[in-house]
């Protein structure tokens, strides 16, 4: 099982190159390297992503996708991050991939096969970072963060003295007495 080195760069318009090399062995799944990489240029993993096997024109081709978001609507079943192994979607020894990350404002990451190394490594590894990520993709993904650090626990000071007992909605019990009674 070789590892397998990923020059990653960030896709942006900006003539500035950013960039990771990232190390990961060909018998990791896609999540893996996924994970790898938001971790490599300090993103949330929890974003929607996909994975594309590309051609050497940088043409998408298979997708492979963090979680089956079909509902069984599609005649082929997509494939999963965390079920494919690199190494069954491996066509050259400079294979690409697009990576699609963050579907609402589709941040694009090319990878690229730099080397393919005699031996395994023990775990993914981030050998070479290059340039910085651009801010608002740093902030939006902090954003993501913070928004999933909330506490779920209510306690009665978070309303105040608010009673319940007087609120009048304007509506009474009588009003709703049959469903029927109203056109939908």
Known sequence: MPGLKFRVLLDSLTDKEVFRDIIVNDSDNYETLYRTITEAFGLSNDEMASFFVSDHEW?????????????????????IMSE???????????????????????????????????????????????????????????????????????NDSEFGDMDMGDYDDGFSEEDFDNIDDYEL
């Open 59 to 79: 043409n998408k081709g298979k997708e492979i996708t963090l979680m089956d978001m079909s509902f069984g609507d599609e005649e082929e079943v997509p494939e």
């Open 84 to 154: 494919n192994i690199i190494r069954y979607h491996l066509e050259s020894p400079k294979q690409r991939y697009i990576l699609v990350y963050d579907f609402l404002n589709m941040w694009i990451f090319l990878l690229e096969i730099q080397e393919i190394l005699s031996n395994d490594v023990d775990a993914p590894q981030i050998v070479l970072s290059v340039g910085k990520v651009p801010s608002e993709i740093l902030e939006k993904s902090a954003a993501n963060l913070d928004k999933l650090s909330f506490n779920t626990e209510l």
